[in-house]
């Protein structure tokens, strides 16, 4: 999938718009009460205005509200968060700095060849996968062929785990994939639309949060 059709995606999910309108719409009323200390109240026959005797209990509501409506966007932004993931990673593989097949010679360049002490003949190094397995934990899958005594020829992917070292990759490799790694995130927000769109509601929903707890706070 393309970043376009990621977008496309995105944009014609109704079920995905709706959680996200609703985190949005909930997010910006708490923030709206909390900062205004706005009162609704009756004035008169054609402009109404509601006084909730307990609004307290009102914005508790909101914030329960809030929490519901980020964890149903969550779950429904999954399958867009693991897109947007492959999207910006295969940017980064991308990077000739990073990972690069040198065909004259047979083996893999960039930073990750100091991990890839391979024959590129045996996978499918035109195709590699970054994959994440944990805060700092990385992999770096290749497709290859096997032998099975079974079921006789098998394509399977192989992956290479980046956190076990050795002589040719270091720490320091890793750290320096990992900032090359900061940089192509921090490119996906400030330089594609999809990131922004994307975590927009949580953002805007941690704000309104943030904002009752400073209220909570405050004397």
Known sequence: MTADEFRNAMDSDNAFQAKRKALIFVSLLLLALIVSGAQIKEANTFIFKIEFSNHIGLRYLLVASVVVCMIRYFSYSEKYRNQLFKIWSGRLLADHRVYYVDQQAGDISGILGKRLDIYIGEYGVDTPKYKKTGIFKRNIGLPAKGTHETYGEIYYTEYFDLNKYDQRWKRS?????????????????????????LSFPYLLGLSSLLAFAIGLCRP
């Open 173 to 197: 490799d890793f750290r320096s994939l990992l900032l090359s790694e900061l940089k192509f995130r921090a490119e996906a927000w400030i330089t594609y639309r999809e990131t922004f769109d």
